[in-house]
């Protein structure tokens, strides 16, 4: 029979599946002889069942609900509902993915007014029992019933401005009587009936609206944006009370057992004196550093310490921890593995390697790849930053830099994103209901909260730059303006965050390159000597090919030619020859181009000594070359000594209904072979003047956008009686290689006649995507939204291969290739190459090697020893 009930003496880490992270954790910790308040879980497949049972409490869960109560009675020797020793519980979620803040929680359940009169002995108790009560009142009109907290929220505001308290600690017992009936009065006027007294019934009520919390619109958000199923459902941890806001000597916090910005190995966390655990999460009252509270409570930080390294040691990870002090004692009330940044995920790998805690093995599996392009993001350049205008600091909640303009709202901000800015989004302090515009902002400021506030939390888990409690900051809302000191800032109004000092700058402070480090570097060189297939990069320009190398790249897998002329001057030249009349028109503006290109083909080469530097002839779809405003046609037509009608005419015959599959690619150099005869020229020549310099050069040149072995055949003699002709004249032989790029399906299923010609394949999975499904490039990306929307297509085609259709056709085409030229160097170089699945997959479909953009060749190389060590478990 199935049991949906476990007391934590049941459980263990490894039943996170059913009863959620935190229940698991929790039983582990019982296990371990660890501090943790009695209590036990109703699991996941009770949600899911109470879904399917349309969102009713099965009577056998019930029943096992009270019979785990019953227990829970026994060994605490309280009861619930009781007037001598009342049992209080908190009700609090955990799935098994963690989802921090998205989920429902209810404290202090089992207080009723005879119980709480009961309890109610002196002045403290007073004050915290009707303290305690008036949050219960509230979280319950809340959570279980769905009114907001504004209104009870508004009873406690009224009678500090009543009495002029400037905090809620100034609140006397009286007050706190008085709040609680207060609420109990807003309770009965909003849900139109009286708030229940009885225990039993406040604990199903409040175990049936945790379940239905997995199911709001935030925590749905959250999911989309997490890639987390929607089936797996929340379990629900009922556990005693206990007091952090209880005596002088209680306390509540949150600690790390090492930095989560930066990955240094030392406590880092917050804590409240007289506060519960939502006081910290909420923002509304700024903590004191851990580090405190060595100084004022040396025991419980000493104790704390011992716990958060025995816990790491077991769960070999960095913990992030949830602890309350009742009257001096220390209880735990959560472990989990700790979000982290980039930078400290780094870190904390190695540092755990060095530890012998993890093997490297390990250490490359706790990074996903595409979180790396966190560090690969600029700073701010130090030089810029000493004459910046700083105008408020706050706390360097999540580091990084981001340049953007101030918005107040999440509408605005996403409006302002629609609009191609870059909102910032500056809020007092953030909820959960923000997150779909912390998502799309490109930093986060809040005036309040401290480093584990909502905001902090959920902006690190993001790798979006955040600065936190930034007191200095006045907001006012109502004219959509901030304040810092005697300067107003309007909505829209740029400013420079530094999520990394926690300082925030007026305008738009210079950004420097990478945050590279010495950890990345030896967490990379890790990866490099892992994994098996080749990483490339896609280069075109010297520079490029610098940031490719210092990444470690192992050689140019693509060179756009057509790339190399989007330079003012050159991209002039290169419209001559593509508006040119007739071969002699052409050929003059061939002319004109070939030293240009032998020059840029120098200097790459010079870069990449003794690497493999594929290039590709040109393939320019002609709508992204030919001159558009009049200003440039003007300047054409002159330099043609044609008028400008005479021009525009020209451009229109030129035109065409589809350039994605129109005149481009090998189709160009068919009609114009001189074209090739100028490339062939400009690579073989500046690879002998480079040869001439002591450098070595691999050059490969690559055909584009073949679909018929003739097609290749007939440029590829074009090419190599060219390269004959040049090496012969200069009596040198440079060893070159001819290949084709493989992006039409016809090729694909082609390749092994397409073979025998060529010696080298590389997949242009852009163009095979496109051509595959039938979808333009340039038009899909106004309708596939609706498909991702629709959940049709579960993941953007362009970016992730499409394993069974597109990766079919790739694997069918290695097939054959290899068939006829079993040793055929084959890789990839459309964006999928620089996507960590994709890469994965490639490893996989036995590629010799992917080719990315500069800055995800890291993200390439770590996807790639991932799919090693995946292959091997
Ligand atoms: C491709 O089609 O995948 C490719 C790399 O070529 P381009 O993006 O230049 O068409
Ligand atoms: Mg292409």
Sequence with gaps: MEKYVYLFSEGNKDMRDILGGKGANLAEMVNMGLPVPKGFTITTEACNKYYKDNQTLDKIIEEEINDAIERLEAVTGKKVGGMTNPLLLSVRSGSPISMPGMMDTILNLGLNDDIAEKMAKDKDSIRFIYDSYRRLIMMFADVVRGYSKDEFEKIIADIKEEKNYTSDLDLTAEDMYDIAMESKKVYRKLVKEEFPQNPKIQLMEAVKAVFRSWNTERAKVYRKMNNISETLGTAVNVQEMVYGNLT???????????????????????????????????????????????????????????????????????????????KGKLYMLQTRSGKRTTLAALKIAINMVEEKLIKKEEALMRIEPDKL??????????????????????????PGASIGQIYFTVEDVINAKK?????????????????????????????????????????????????????????????????????????????????????VYEGEVALSESGIDEAFETFMSWAVNTKKIGVMANADTEKDAEVALSFGAEGIGLCRTEHMFFEEDKIFAMRKMIVASNSEEREKALKELLPMQMLDFQNLFRVMNHKKVIIRFLDPPLHEFLPKTKEEITVLAKSLKITDEELTLKIESLKEFNPMMGHRGCRLAITYPEIAVMQTRAIIEAAIRVTKDGCEVYPELMIPLVSDVNEFKYLKDIIKETATDIMDKYKVNIPYEIGTMIEIPRSAVMSDEIAKEAEFFSYGTNDLTQMTYGFSRDDAGTFLNDYYEKGIFKHDLFKTIDTSGVGKLLDVSIKLARKTRPTMQLGICGEHGGDGKSVEFCHKIGLDYVSCSPYRVPIAILAAAQAVIKENN
Aim: negative net charge; aromatic residues 6%; proline residues 4%.
């Design 373 to 398: 392009e966190e560090v690969l993001h600029p700073s701010f350049d130090k030089e810029a930053l000493k004459k910046a205008n700083m105008i408020a600091i706050g706390l360097p909640a999540s």
């Design 248 to 326: 002088n000597d209680s306390l509540t916090g949150v600690v790390f057992s090492r930095n989560p910005s930066n990955g240094e190995k030392d406590l880092y966390g917050e804590y409240l004196e007289k506060a519960q655990g939502e006081d910290i999460v909420s923002g509304v009252r700024t903590p004191k550093d851990i580090n405190d509270l060595k100084k004022e409570y040396p025991k419980i930080y000493k104790d704390l310490k011992d716990i958060s390294k025995l816990l790491e040691k077991h769960y070999k990870d960095m913990q992030d921890m949830e602890f309350t002090v009742e």
């Design 419 to 503: 609009e191609g800015k870059n909102p910032i989004l500056v809020r007092v302090e953030t909820s959960p209901e923000d997150i779909e515009g912390m998502s799309t902002a490109v930093g986060i400021l809040t005036v309040r909260g401290g480093m584990t506030s909502h905001a902090a939390v959920v902006a690190r888990a993001m790798g979006k730059c955040c600065v936190c409690g930034c007191h200095e900051v006045f907001i006012d809302e109502r004219h959509k303006t901030m304040i810092c000191g005697d300067n107003t800032f309007e909505e829209g109004t740029t400013i420079s965050l530094n999520g990394t000092t926690g300082r």
